[in-house]
Structures are given as structure tokens and as C-alpha cells.
């Protein structure tokens, strides 16, 4: 069984080398991280900054470029995943492989472990590359590296699990624009439960709780947010009663919310093998 | 096929002898169905078994109980129309699809038994590969998914390719295959691991006619080494070449089966020249069947061959005189437009 999934997601990966997906990812992100390289140096050597507000801007600095790279870890994962099925129903590449003495169960989580090596590997890499550049222009390096890369990752990975569950049954296409839309919705239904919390409003602060449990790919963000903010900024930002910013957590996400967030995995997964196994080809 | 042609090939065992994983009787812990016990790979029984299988999409029925057997060693052809249910009864039988109803068993097993697929090869009306892979990659990678011994490996792609005349091409990448190449691939992929069944659905779809010419020597040297070939089409001349018997498939319904020569039936027309056509003539004629005129010849509608013979010897002994008699075999495509006429 090891061997079939192994087969399918080195065969997955193989794909996503040849297609340049991997060639196309690593050069924008080059890019990116160069622009924000040349950001962070201007801003940390800033004399229109003292050294206390500096201290500060850099690590919000870093919070607004990881969220945009946890966009492009989002983006990419549906990309990713959105075809990874559908697209060889559609195609009748699945015929052949169908045929053969494999279980769909293989097909589907060999597909899921291969592109789940893929995202982690840019995960890895884009957190590393970024902070690292972060920590060399300006000297600031987030306390929890590791957790900030594990939430990206973790993030990315939950979007790409719903992308292949909407895969076994949707177009490539509508695969792909419902994974996203939902993941903009998730991040909005958090600024909004942010907002309710601020302003004490039960109903938007409901919306963002439950937004939170039914797609976490918006708490395991503010995971991310969580590990990236300095001990300083969080006190400034306490001391002014700033709740309301979708860019800053006071506390971490829960053991709960986190065990919730592994179970959501393993039920989505089994919902994409079960679906995948019904599907007819 | 038609580059490095090599049809004949199949006058051997494919990937050589014992290069074939063993089939183990039975797989305990599968989801899906394993293998039946008792009869190692179900050698004993039809290689394929169908009884009432039944397919419906809503409120279209598909397939309409269809109730089929077919023998180890024969070259099965499924005829049938466009839109028969013919492509769908060859996924159900290979798990691709499910049954509404009914039940069928693939050499020895139930539909969709995973071990039983390793000993099937099956060449799908839409023949699509990794088109960012090369053919030899498309074969290896299906090399591993047959869980072939590694050692055997060069050696099945190398006959694969040279069966599907692909030699020279095995570095390309298939996306940039024209639609022949890929269904000649898609041949090379089926008879991958030496199959004992070839499930084939339209497999000259796309072919040339030196291409066509190659695919039947394949099946006729599949049939040679005893392999069972279930050859779904709707071009009927390809079936009456290489098919020992035929099913036709309409609308979801099995309207005949049979040998070809059932399948035509033992009524032909028959051509007679006579010397003379008098009234003891026409009398012994109508005890023979309808029959007209047709200038200097006396046409039979219908009449059943073994009783041509009979029939010369009663004009002869009735005191006519037989110049030529000409059997006029129904042929299948005649008796194909028949038989969906009659529905």
C-alpha cells in the first residue's frame, strides 16, 4: 500500500517539476523576498525612526509580507490541488491508472502527500528565505521561527486538503475559485469576529468563532501572527487596546483549537477518499 | 506499429516467461473485493461472467440487464452503436464504474477486484497519458503500478515499444503525440505484464490503416497464446475479421449473441440459374421459401445453407436443369442494420 502512495506522490511531484510550477514559484519569490530585502534595509536604517519605533515597524513590517506569502502559499495550494483530480477525470488520465491494481484511497493520498511535500518544501522555504533576509538587513529575528513555518505550512496544507475534496467532485476551475473565496471568507469572517470582540457586538463575534472551526485556515493565521510578534509590540499593542487589527493576536491558538484543527484534517481527507471512491470515471 | 512493426511479436509471451508477479488467491485486509478461493485467478471459470448488470444515470438507463458470458482464449466482440452503453459496460466490468444492479465476475473474480485488475490490460476509448511525461516514462510508471519485478522493467518497456512501433520515440514527451501515437501507447500500456484479458475499446479509433492492419494481427496473436481479447467497436468489418463470437449491444440491450455464423444465421440468400422455369420449377422453388425473379436468375430470400444442396437435387430430380447456384452471405454489417431494424 506504502509503495502505491509512494508511487502516486513522487509521480505528483514529478509533475509539478516538469510543469515549472516549481521553477515558477522559486522565481517570484526570489523576487519578492529581494523587494522586501531592500524594504526592511531602508526601514531599519531609517532616520526619520527611533530606534524604539523601529523596533516596532519591522516586525509589523514582517507580519504584512508573511501574510501576503501565506496568500501565495494559499493561492498556490489550490492551484495545486484543485486539478490534481478532476482535471484527470476530465482528461481520462485516471482511466489507465484507475485500471490498475490500486485503491482510489492510494491514488487520493498519494496525490495529497505529494503536493503536501511540495507545499511544505515552500513553505520552508519562503519563511526561512524572508526571515532570514529579515534577520540579516535588520537584526530581527521572530522568537518561534519554526511555529511561524509550521502554521504557514499548516495553513496552506488545510486549504490544499479542501481544494482535493472539491476536486474529486468539481471542475478544476470551480475547484480552484471556491478554495479561494472560502479562504477569503474565512479571513474576513476573522476581521469581523475581531470587530465584534472590540466593540462587543455578540453576532459578528459569532461569525468569527464559527468561521474559525468550520474553515481554521483564518486561526491558524492568527497562529502564524501569534509567533511572529515580538514580547514588545504585543505590550504596545495591549497597553493601547488595539483588538481590532487583523494583523495582531494577543494569545495563541488553544491544544482544543488545534486538535480540532487535526480532526477537520482527517475528516476532510476521509470525506475526499470516500468521494474520490464513489466518483465514476 | 507501422515504424517498427512488430505485431508478430505477440507469437511470444510479452514479458517473457516468469517475469509476472505471482497471483496470490486471496489478499486479506482489502476494501475492495479480493480474489476468489479455491480456483487460484479463476482459471476455470469464463473470463468474463455477466448477469443482469444494470446501469442507470437518473432517469437514463444505460445498460438494461445484461446477461453475457465470455470463454478464456476467445476474441469477444461488442458491437453496438454510438451511444449503446458498450463503453460503459467495459467500466463496470473493470470497477471503473458501478453497477445499478445485477453482478459479474472477471476472471474468476467480482467486478473491481484488485488483484484480479493486475491481470487485465485495458485500452480505454480515450486514451490520455501524463502528456509531461515520455512514453517510456508512461510505461515504466505503469510497470510499477502493475508492481512488475524492477529487473523486468526495461525489458516490458522495450517490447511495449517496439508492439506499439514507438521505438524510436521513447524520449518524447506524449503531450506532443499526435492522437495514432498515443492510442498505439495506449496499446503498449494495455499488453503491459502479459495480460490473460485485453479489454480494448475502440482500439483503431485513431489508427491509419497500416496501423488497423497491425492491431488485428495483435489480437489474432493474443488469440494464438490463448489470451481472451474483449474487443469493443462499432466498426464491424474490424469484428468480422478477428472476433470467434460477437455481442450487439443497443440502447442498453443485448439484442443478439452469438458465433458469426449464428449471428448471420443460417438463412442466406442464394442465386440460382435455372435452364428452364416451368410450373413443376416454381412449385418445388416455393417449397423452399420466397424467391423472384431477377433477369435470367431465380434469387432464394432466406433460405437456410444446409438446404441449398437439398434444393439442387429437387430441381434436378424434378426434371430442371441448375446452370450456377451463388450462396450470398449475409454479411455483418448487413445483419447488424437488421437486427436494430427489427427493435
Redo the contacts between chains.
Keep these: 500500500m506504502t509503495f502505491r502512495i509512494l508511487t502516486i506522490a513522487s509521480l505528483t511531484i514529478r509533475e509539478a517539476a516538469r510543469r515549472r510550477l516549481v521553477a515558477a514559484l522559486a522565481a517570484i519569490t526570489v523576487v519578492m523576498v529581494g523587494l522586501s530585502a531592500w524594504g526592511f534595509e531602508r526601514l531599519s536604517h531609517s532616520h526619520s525612526l527611533t530606534s524604539g519605533e523601529s523596533n516596532l515597524a519591522v516586525p509589523q513590517a514582517l507580519i504584512l509580507f508573511m501574510f501576503m506569502f501565506s496568500f501565495v502559499v494559499a493561492l498556490s495550494a489550490s492551484a495545486m490541488a484543485s486539478p490534481a483530480v478532476a482535471s484527470e477525470v476530465e482528461s481520462g488520465v485516471l482511466l489507465t491508472v484507475g485500471a490498475r491494481p490500486i485503491r482510489r484511497s492510494e491514488i487520493l493520498v498519494g496525490k495529497w502527500l505529494g503536493l503536501a511535500v511540495l507545499l511544505a518544501g515552500y513553505a520552508i522555504a519562503v519563511s526561512a528565505l524572508e526571515m532570514g533576509v529579515v534577520d540579516a538587513v535588520s537584526g530581527y529575528l521572530p522568537p518561534s521561527p519554526v511555529l511561524i513555518t509550521v502554521f504557514l505550512f499548516s495553513e496552506g496544507l488545510l486549504l490544499l486538503t479542501l481544494a482535493l475534496l472539491l476536486s474529486t467532485r468539481l471542475s478544476s476551475l470551480a475547484a480552484g475559485v471556491i478554495g479561494i473565496a472560502l479562504f477569503g471568507a474565512a479571513w474576513l469572517a476573522g476581521v469581523v469576529g475581531s470587530l465584534g470582540s472590540t466593540f462587543n457586538i455578540n453576532a459578528m463575534r459569532t461569525i468569527g468563532s464559527v468561521s474559525r472551526y468550520v474553515l481554521p485556515t483564518d486561526g491558524l493565521w492568527h497562529g502564524a501572527i501569534y509567533h511572529l510578534e515580538p514580547t514588545s509590540m504585543m505590550a504596545e499593542r495591549l497597553s493601547e487596546g488595539r483588538n481590532a487589527d487583523p494583523f495582531f493576536v494577543h494569545t495563541g491558538p488553544s491544544w482544543y483549537y488545534l486538535l480540532w484543527v487535526s480532526a477537520w484534517f482527517v475528516i476532510v481527507l476521509v470525506g475526499s477518499v470516500i468521494s474520490f471512491e464513489r466518483r465514476e470515471l | 506499429m507501422s515504424q517498427t512493426s512488430s505485431a508478430d511479436h505477440f507469437a511470444r509471451p510479452f514479458n517473457g516467461p516468469g517475469t509476472g508477479p505471482p497471483v496470490p488467491s486471496s489478499v486479506p485486509g482489502?476494501?475492495?473485493a479480493e480474489s476468489s478461493q479455491g480456483d487460484p485467478g479463476g482459471r476455470g471459470s469464463p473470463a468474463i461472467h455477466a448477469l443482469g448488470l444494470h446501469k442507470r444515470y437518473g432517469k437514463t438507463v444505460a445498460v438494461a440487464s445484461l446477461s453475457m458470458s465470455v470463454g478464456r482464449g476467445e476474441v469477444f466482440g461488442f458491437l453496438g452503436p454510438n451511444g449503446a452503453g458498450k463503453t460503459t459496460v467495459v467500466?463496470m466490468l473493470?470497477?471503473?464504474?458501478?453497477p445499478s444492479g445485477g453482478e459479474a465476475m472477471v476472471l474468476g473474480a467480482p467486478i473491481g477486484d484488485?488483484?484480479t485488475?493486475?491481470r487485465?490490460g485495458?485500452l480505454?476509448e480515450?486514451?490520455?497519458?501524463?502528456p509531461?511525461?515520455n512514453a517510456a516514462e508512461v510505461l515504466a510508471?505503469?510497470c510499477?503500478?502493475?508492481?512488475l519485478p524492477k529487473r523486468s522493467w526495461d525489458q516490458a518497456v522495450a517490447d511495449s515499444l517496439r508492439v506499439s512501433g514507438l521505438t524510436d520515440r521513447s524520449g518524447d514527451k506524449v503531450g506532443g503525440f499526435s492522437k495514432g501515437m498515443q492510442q498505439r501507447l495506449?496499446l503498449g500500456?494495455a499488453l503491459l505484464g502479459d495480460p490473460e484479458l485485453v479489454v480494448l475499446d475502440e482500439p483503431t479509433s485513431a489508427l491509419d490503416p497500416v496501423g488497423r492492419h497491425d492491431m488485428r494481427q495483435i489480437i489474432r496473436g493474443l488469440r494464438t497464446r490463448g489470451k481472451t481479447v474483449f474487443l469493443n467497436t462499432h466498426l464491424l468489418a474490424e469484428a468480422e475479421q478477428v472476433c470467434d463470437r460477437v455481442a450487439v449491444l443497443d440502447k442498453g440491450v443485448a439484442i443478439a449473441t452469438g458465433t458469426l455464423a449464428e449471428l448471420l444465421g443460417q438463412h442466406g440468400r442464394v442465386r440460382v440459374k435455372l435452364g428452364t422455369v416451368d410450373g413443376s420449377c416454381t412449385k418445388i422453388l416455393s417449397k423452399f421459401g420466397a424467391w423472384q425473379r431477377d433477369g435470367d436468375w431465380i434469387i432464394l430470400e432466406r433460405i437456410e445453407n444446409d438446404s441449398i444442396p437439398d434444393l439442387v437435387a429437387a430441381i434436378i430430380g424434378g426434371g430442371g436443369r441448375v446452370e450456377a447456384v451463388i450462396p450470398e452471405h449475409q454479411s455483418l454489417e448487413d445483419r447488424f442494420l437488421e437486427l436494430l431494424d427489427e427493435r
Excluded: A
Design positions: 482489502g476494501s475492495e467500466k473493470l470497477g471503473l464504474v458501478r484488485r488483484e485488475r493486475r487485465i485495458y480505454p480515450l486514451f490520455r497519458f501524463q509531461w511525461l510508471l505503469h510499477r503500478l502493475l508492481e495506449g500500456v
